[in-house]
């Protein structure tokens, strides 16, 4: 018989584990846009409906407006969801690794999911900081050659 006490197991660093992989999933299922429905247009017309809003917007139209058409109803979105998911997946993870630490189960599993947590987290915010730095780029191009678009 020996006198250590058995290894405590690290009950919630393991499920913070997995909540950290799971919110790593997921904020890699939203910057893939694997489950995002297609789209209608090609990102040439969008742009292009863009500049013409721009324009109109800018120079005010006097004509008649055609009748507005009725909006065909739009397919299932998951990128909401994956938006909120996300983080609350990573904040588990966080706090339950952080949980596992302070009741000094072992370390390995807390760190991992810690890790994971903010990483997920991080890898997110920097794919909204990409996008906006895109889609800035893409406006200061269609208002900088607002006018060579229509001089045709």
Not at 37 to 43: A, R, T
Not at 44 to 53: F, H, L, P, Q, W
Not at 94 to 111: A, N, Q
Request: with cysteine; charged share 10%.
């Amino acid at each position: 018989m020996s006198l250590a006490e058995p290894a405590q197991r690290a009950n919630f660093g393991l499920v913070g584990f997995f909540f950290g992989v799971g919110a790593l999933v997921v904020s890699m299922l939203l910057i893939s846009g694997a489950l995002l429905p297609e789209p209608q247009q090609s990102v040439g017309t969008t742009i292009g409906e863009i500049a013409r809003d721009i324009k109109d917007a800018a120079t005010g139209v006097f004509v008649e407006k055609p009748e507005p058409v009725a909006p065909k109803p739009k397919p299932f979105n998951p990128t909401p969801l994956l938006m909120i998911l996300t983080p609350v997946l990573a904040g588990l993870a966080v706090v339950l690794g952080g949980i596992s630490l302070f009741r000094h189960e072992p370390t390995s599993l807390p760190k991992y999911a810690i890790g994971l947590g903010i990483g997920a987290v991080l890898m997110q915010f920097a794919f909204w900081i990409a996008m906006l730095v895109c889609a800035t780029l893409i406006l200061t191009a269609i208002i900088t050659n607002i006018g060579d678009f229509f001089d045709l």
